[in-house]
């Protein structure tokens, strides 16, 4: 990752942002958007919607703005090195102690805007506070979907895994067009463990529109715990498959699956979603006390 997409995510990491208490991070996205001139608006629960381009269909990638960390306006973005890897984590910048720096979802965030940048026709939702349970995806705009031909976010934990399905079901069909075009191109970035995750936003975006999604590996470890981290090579190579999606895919729609979640599939995610809000261990990581 070059320097100047580098300091843009440190940028974007060390803005503090919680479930409900997300002003921050929408102050600073209305600022990039205004001062790049792109075309947003923002409901009034917070939720960003940004359109560039014209087209039939539209590629739309997704982030939510809010993380599990509580606002720690002493939050400082620690860079490191080890095993030929940069590692980004956060810190108390007073006592030095490990302070959570929300890659999740903040990596999807970064992403999103280096999506809107690179690419000429794209859409971009930024949703509030999806930790809590979707709350601003429940309420996605129709209007801006309507043209939306599929939808990718980036909200999957470290750099090898995606969500096959959300709460059951299935993101897209593997056996159909959007999956033949995605597979082998999502392997080759070495995104091997496709799992099944209890939800983010774009479960509500296939529920409710019926288009095919992924949802990416972002390049955040120990997610949901002080000690949370972000691998910077992973981030840019899930910017890479971006990219190559969005090249075989091109500006066209994608029908979402037909397949609705069992009584048993319910209850396994259920689970799943206990398990998600379960604390990793505590070992202190690279050394901070």
């Known amino acids: 990752m070059n ?15 919680y479930s409900r208490n997300e002003y921050l991070m929408i102050e600073y996205l209305e600022k990039v958007l205004t001062e790049k001139g792109y075309n947003y608006t923002k409901d009034k629960i917070g939720n960003i ?14 982030a939510h703005t809010d993380t599990v960390h509580s ?13 030929n890897k940069t590692i980004l984590t956060g810190v108390d910048s007073e006592t030095l102690k490990p302070s959570g720096i929300g890659g999740d979802d903040k990596c999807g965030v970064f992403l999103c805007l280096e999506m809107l940048d690179t690419l ?13 349970g979707c709350l601003g995806s429940r309420e996605a705009d129709p209007e801006f979907f309507k043209n939306v031909g599929y939808a990718i976010q980036y909200d999957s934990p470290e750099g090898d895994t995606m969500s096959m399905s959300l709460m059951g079901n299935n993101l897209f069909e593997q ?20 799992a099944r995750h209890p939800y983010t ?10 288009i095919s999604c992924l949802n990416l590996a ?48 319910r209850m396994i995610d259920k689970m799943l979603i206990m398990e998600d809000y379960e604390d990793e261990d505590d070992d202190i990581l690279f050394g901070f006390e």
């Open 49 to 62: 919607y940004v359109t560039k381009g014209e087209a039939e269909f539209f590629p739309c990638f997704v």
């Open 218 to 265: 972002a390049g955040y470890h120990r997610y949901h715990t002080a000690n949370e981290y972000v691998v910077v090579e992973e981030v840019e190579n899930s910017f890479e498959l971006g990219l190559k999606l969005h090249e075989v895919l091109g500006e066209n729609y994608y029908v979402g699956t037909k397949k609705r979640p069992t009584e048993l599939d």
């Open 71 to 83: 606002i720690n306006n002493r939050l400082k973005v620690v860079e490191l090195k080890e095993d």
């Open 175 to 194: 056996k159909s067009d959007f999956g033949n075009k995605v597979g082998s191109l999502i392997l080759e970035h070495g995104i091997e463990h496709w």
């Open 201 to 210: 936003d774009v479960w509500q975006i296939m529920e409710k529109f019926n």
């Open 120 to 132: 000429d026709n794209v859409k971009v939702a930024l949703f509030v506070s999806e930790e809590i």
């Open 3 to 17: 320097e100047q997409k580098l300091n843009r995510l440190k940028e974007v990491l060390s803005i503090p942002t």
